[in-house]
């Protein structure tokens, strides 16, 4: 069975502040896939992020970045200097290649950036 | 490129009644979800499918039912609705491990209302 956890469930932070969104997994499998996703208040699914298990390389695109540490099972993102328009909730997800073969949601963090 | 197009937006559904939710993609993609996302929750996995004819449960997938006779087509029907089925339902579609299990885009969701 595989899982995501994202412990965190609302957040709230004052513009310019940087936040870091917390995601642990787990998986028996050794190939596996993680991703991050934002949905705004209108409600569409975006994609931000997809790291597999065999690259362990920090990313970082603009504002944000992402943390991928196999050895506490944790992909992590952070946002610096935060702006209203990312308030939204954000979603890590995770599929594995062995038999699960099933994209798995967090519960998604509900952040609120405030002006 | 229209993506993953869902019908209807929305619906309101008298107990008992029943109705299929479409899901279209255009991207070749072997692999689509049915997700529910009920209101301030994550997104909970009804049924899932690998390839044209190979359909499986996820985590919610009482009072549901599916079928992928096309790559394309990814219907989800609902049979005797009851209130507990209200929710926003998100169709999505990715390429499999053949293509490293990339993201999965989104349709933009049907909103339905069961009283």
């Known amino acids: 069975a595989q899982k995501v956890t994202q412990a965190q469930t609302e957040i709230s932070v004052v513009e310019k502040e940087d936040v870091t969104l917390d995601c642990v997994y787990e998986?028996?499998?050794?190939?596996?896939?993680l991703f991050w996703y934002k949905q705004p208040p209108s409600g569409e699914l975006v994609f931000l992020i997809r790291?597999?298990?065999?690259?362990?390389q920090n990313e970082i695109s603009g504002r944000y970045s992402w943390n991928f540490q196999k050895s506490t099972s944790s992909f992590n993102f952070t946002i610096t200097a935060s702006q209203v328009v990312d308030s939204a909730v954000y979603f890590c997800?995770?599929?594995?290649?062995?038999?699960?073969?099933?994209?798995?949601f967090g519960s998604g963090t509900q952040l609120t950036v405030l002006p | 490129n229209a993506g993953v197009t869902q019908t209807p937006k929305f619906r309101i559904l008298k107990i008992g009644q029943s109705m299929t939710l479409q899901c279209t993609q255009d991207?070749?993609?072997?692999?689509m979800y049915w997700y529910r996302q009920d209101p301030g929750m994550g997104l909970k996995l009804i049924y899932y499918?690998?390839?044209?004819?190979?359909?499986d449960k996820g985590e919610v997938p009482n009072g549901y039912n599916v079928s992928r006779s096309t790559t394309e087509d990814f219907p989800l029907r609902l049979e005797l609705a009851a209130p507990s089925q209200t929710s926003v339902y998100f169709c999505?579609?990715?390429?499999?491990?053949?293509?490293?299990?990339?993201?999965?885009?989104f349709g933009q969701g049907t909103r339905l209302t069961v009283v």
């Open positions: 999505a579609s990715s390429y499999g491990p053949g293509r490293g299990h990339t993201e999965a885009f």
């Open positions: 998986t028996r499998d050794t190939t596996y896939y």
């Open positions: 790291r597999n298990s065999f690259d362990e």
């Open positions: 997800a995770l599929i594995s290649s062995g038999s699960a073969r099933q994209l798995t």
């Open positions: 991207m070749n993609h072997n692999y």
């Open positions: 499918s690998v390839g044209a004819g190979i359909t």
